[in-house]
């Protein structure tokens, strides 16, 4: 295991950083919905394209917008955005301890 294998989870763990109130309400949205977490990780994975995103999850296009759309209202957080795609990433990874940012797809 190399450190460029863990770093991004490496970072979104170490709680010396201050991150928690950045990502406390993202954080709070994963956990209160199991579907928000398969579908934000789902996202992020393939890069935050829609349909592949959608055939990943079986579900229509338009169902992955109302999800993500459902997401962003409840976590103050877009993940189409570069800013808030990196909010998600160590918010799931400290909610999941799943790393969406690995390019493996299991």
Request: overall charge neutral; proline content about 8%; hydrophobic content about 40%.
């Amino acid at each position: 295991l190399e450190f460029a294998d863990v770093w991004i989870a490496a970072l979104a763990l170490d709680n010396s950083l201050g991150l928690a109130p950045v990502l406390e309400r993202v954080e709070a949205t994963l956990r209160a919905d199991p579907s928000h977490a398969r579908t934000i990780e789902a996202f992020l994975r393939h890069s935050g394209r829609l349909r592949p995103t959608a055939r990943a999850l079986h579900l229509h296009p338009n169902t992955l917008a109302y999800r993500l759309d459902r997401f962003r209202k409840t976590a103050d957080c877009d993940p189409s955005t570069l800013p808030d795609s990196l909010r998600a990433a160590l918010a799931l990874i400290r909610v999941t301890d799943t790393d969406p940012t690995r390019h493996h797809i299991p």
